[in-house]
């Protein structure tokens, strides 16, 4: 039984990389609330500016799940900066 079940969870990893991949504007919509991908770009720097200081004040949060959400929705902000902003 477990190798089913590890196969199972391997097969629903892949499945969700699949959907990730053919819609790679989901994780910037379910994350920020808006598409970067039609916005001009000063519109887009002011977002980003907005959710960079957001997410900066709980950097150190008390509560670590919290501190880990800041750090990744940085990283998402940093990734959608560099694809969309440095070009």
């Given amino acids: 039984k477990p190798v089913l079940l590890q196969n199972e969870l391997n097969s629903k ?9 053919a819609n790679p504007l989901s994780k910037y919509e379910q994350a920020f609330g808006f598409n ?3 916005m001009d770009k ?17 950097i150190n949060a008390p509560n670590i799940e919290k501190r880990q959400e800041a ?5 998402l ?4 900066e560099k694809e969309l902003l440095v070009s």
């Fill in 71 to 75: 750090e990744r929705m940085l990283m």
């Fill in 36 to 38: 970067p991908y039609s």
């Fill in 42 to 58: 000063d519109d887009l720097k002011v977002r980003l500016l907005d959710e960079k200081k957001k997410w900066l004040n709980r």
């Fill in 77 to 80: 902000i940093e990734e959608l």
């Fill in 13 to 21: 990893n892949e499945e969700k990389q699949e959907k990730e991949t």
